[in-house]
């Protein structure tokens, strides 16, 4: 098992920035990439970034490139996720997600979330 747990979350205002963190525990070795998603009210959850768990690769949502910068800490077992330049419409819950290879984060392990505000 992989435990995700989310935090950094928060209520700021458009134009500022927030540092999502997520601690990852368990059977990390099992990790191939960890990814940050989000969800906002009536809406579909989307894809936001990705890492790979060397750190090596990164991939975004055309939403959030220049804004956000996914990286991760090995030795904290910790990816973290800058947001700069926020936006209104960047209010959602984010939730962090671990795959395996050759695996979907549908089927990954997935933290409970952390709720970000924007407000105009």
């Known amino acids: 098992q992989v435990q995700p747990v989310e935090s950094g979350g928060g209520l700021v205002q458009a134009g500022g920035s927030l540092r999502l963190s997520c601690a990852v525990s368990?059977?990390?070795?099992?990790?191939?990439?960890m990814g940050w998603f989000r969800q906002s009210p009536g809406k579909e959850r989307e894809f936001v970034a990705d890492i790979s768990w060397s750190g090596s690769t990164t991939a975004y949502a055309d939403s959030v490139k220049g804004r956000f910068t996914i990286s991760r800490d090995n030795a904290k077992n910790t990816v973290y996720l800058q947001m700069n330049s926020l936006k209104p419409e960047d209010t959602a819950v984010y939730y962090c997600a671990a795959r395996s290879a050759g695996g979907r984060y549908e089927s990954g392990y997935w933290g409970q979330g952390t709720q970000v505000t924007v407000s105009s």
């Open positions: 368990g059977r990390t070795f099992s990790i191939f990439r």
